[in-house]
């Protein structure tokens, strides 16, 4: 079979899948600030400026990532710093509810709103200038959600954009 018989017959695939949702899920939402703390810091000051986020990547870690059954640490693939889950916590009780509301519109965006998920605080991350991770799929998890605290920045990628890279 030819490479041009193999790419129609994926296509005609894709094009035939029935579905009510989304391969994805995006949108915004009133800001309600977290509260967030991180354990050896103390309470993360929004929106974050330049000095405090450089006080608060000596709390971090240069982020690695899994390749195969290793896990490595190489600034060409993922160039970012990492604070973990268990160091975080919320103070604003709010939070909570966004989340929950948050949850349901992902759902409901992915048309799974009969399927129960979780969300799992898995890192905080932090990008410096120049910061970035190609696209990737962690082990266990069919989606990831980031929830863009207020900074200052420019650049990045419009998601978008990125979306329609795929």
Known sequence: MELIQIHQGIIDTLSNIEGNGSFCSSGSMDLVLPGLEIKGFGEVALP???????????????APFGKGSQTVTDT???????????????????????????????????????????????????????????????KGMFGTLVVGLPSKHTGGTDF??????W
């Open 76 to 138: 060409s693939v993922r160039k970012a710093w990492e604070i973990d889950g268990n160091k975080i916590s919320f103070l604003n009780k709010a939070w909570n509810k966004i989340l929950k509301e948050l949850t349901q519109k992902i759902q409901a965006g992915l048309g799974i709103e009969d399927k129960k998920i979780k969300l799992s605080l898995y890192k905080l991350l932090i990008y410096e200038k120049g910061g970035f991770f190609l696209p990737h799929q962690e």
């Open 160 to 165: 978008q954009q990125a979306q329609n890279k």
């Open 48 to 62: 974050l400026n330049k000095t405090e986020a450089k006080k608060l990547i000596k709390h971090a870690k240069q």
